[in-house]
């Protein structure tokens, strides 16, 4: 919502906006592998992980909730000040709730196919929330609002709610594995150490690739979509378009949740690199049906590309969540220690870091089209041309980068499952010197 709020509505230039935000990602660069030090270090009552959860998930929600509230009629730099101000601050409340998280769901389950069924239900609840946050803009039009800006003012504050009150799920409602309560008593890893084994993960390392690889080309062209609807597709038309955004949105979240059980069970079949692989080229084909289904006469076709791409990007990220604990298992192997808390903080970085790369491209590939946003009339023809034929073909380059990517990843089924073969062994023989020393 930074673009619509405070690109189109209070006049902030999209090359600054997008500049600012990625300074917050980039700070994540520092925050994230710190809070995975400190999450796996931890030793509480509440475990490793919770403790950071409740924190972050207060924090998170109060300050998403206020960053809406800038005031009316401020100069640019004000407002660049306020947006940098506060995404900073939600980035690290973002950041103490989402490592040790992430790291949670690492550690549920050790079975290589139960991995993905976990991440199953962890990406299908975000389905749900991404429904809600789709709904954003049209709820922002709603009459009883004066205008955009005030819509989501409010909108901020009941968002904010719910993602405290989610938030408290976590925290109250999960066990963690056995494996996970062992590690804890492991002896504490230093920071630059965890870093370093972290990223020697070959496994992971390809991992790490495709996702900035894919985060880079879809978030480089994510407000091209929110433009392309709006000047192309309805002329400007901010209410009109907000219907038709909202549609092709909950499509994109529909279909993503309904492709869950078959990515599920093709993962059981194939394996996850193959199942993933798939579903790659079913977003890349979503992506090329965008040059004819964002049509002024059709304006709802647009809910094509956004459902095939829901289905395959859904099962993105699913899989790739589904293949970091496979590596986890590997980097014990070879170190005798259990990071998943580095793990998340590593990956979540490099998430944060393809979005925040993307977000200093946006605002330049959105100039290089031409887009004036202090023109009354319409774009240019030439410029909605541009628009259209980079929000097309800038996701297939990296969708064809990030299958070639997979093609190295090493980490099979059987290699899999002969990784935990070999810990369950050293974890016996290690349980059973113990209990003889006792004795």
């Not at 998403?64 to 100069?75: D, K, V």
């Not at 709603?142 to 989501?152: A, W």
């Not at 504490?188 to 993960?201: D, G, I």
Request: proline content about 4%; some cysteine.
């Amino acid at each position: 919502m930074l673009n619509p709020i405070f690109n189109v509505n209070l006049g902030v230039s999209p090359v600054m906006l997008g500049l600012v935000m990625a300074i917050s990602r980039f700070y994540d660069a520092f925050t994230d592998p710190l809070m995975g030090s400190i999450s796996d270090n931890t030793r509480s009552k509440m475990g490793r992980r919770r403790p950071y959860i409740a924190l972050g998930g207060f924090l998170g929600a109060f300050f998403f909730a206020l960053i809406w509230w800038a005031p009316r009629e401020a100069s640019e730099t004000f407002y660049l000040g306020w947006i940098l101000i506060g995404s900073l601050t939600l980035s690290t409340a973002f950041t103490i709730f989402s490592v040790p998280y992430i790291a949670l769901s690492f550690e549920l389950t050790p079975d290589y196919h139960e991995r993905t069924r976990v991440m199953a239900y962890k990406v299908a609840m975000g389905m749900i929330g991404g429904v809600l946050v789709g709904s954003f803009f049209w709820l922002t039009q709603r009459s009883f609002f004066t205008d955009t800006v005030e819509g989501m003012r409010y909108v901020g504050i009941v968002a904010g709610v719910v993602i405290f009150l989610v938030a408290m799920i976590p925290v109250f409602f999960t066990k963690e594995h056995p494996n996970a309560v062992r590690a804890a008593s492991q002896d504490k890893v230093s920071f630059v150490s965890s870093v370093r084994t972290t990223l020697s993960v070959r496994p992971f390392q390809i991992i790490i690739a495709v996702t900035v690889l894919l985060l880079f080309s879809l978030h480089l062209v994510q407000q091209l979509g929110f433009y392309v609807n709006l000047y192309y597709v309805y002329d400007g038309n901010q209410a009109a378009s907000a219907n038709a955004h909202f549609a092709a949105m909950t499509s994109y979240q529909v279909f993503a949740f309904c492709s869950i059980p078959v990515v599920t069970k093709l993962a059981g079949r194939v394996g996850k690199r193959y199942a993933l692989m798939v579903f790659l080229l079913l977003a890349m084909i979503g992506s090329a049906s965008k040059w004819v289904c964002y049509n002024p006469a059709y304006p709802y076709l647009q809910i094509i590309p956004n459902a095939l791409m829901g289905s395959g990007l859904a099962a993105t990220w699913l899989l790739l969540n589904a293949m970091i604990p496979d590596a986890c298992d590997l980097d014990e192997l070879s170190s005798g220690t259990r990071r998943e808390g580095m793990f998340s903080a590593v990956y979540s970085w490099t998430f944060k870091v393809g979005i925040g790369l993307a977000l200093i491209g946006a605002g330049y590939v959105l100039n290089i089209t031409g887009f004036d946003a202090t023109l009354e009339s319409p774009q240019s023809d030439g410029t909605l041309w541009w628009m259209r034929l980079l929000f097309t073909l800038l996701p297939i380059a990296g969708i064809c980068t990030a299958i070639f990517a997979l093609k190295k990843y090493p980490l099979t089924e059987d290699k899999a499952y002969e990784v935990r073969c070999e810990l369950d062994t050293r974890r016996t023989e290690r349980a059973l010197a113990g209990s003889f020393e006792k004795h």
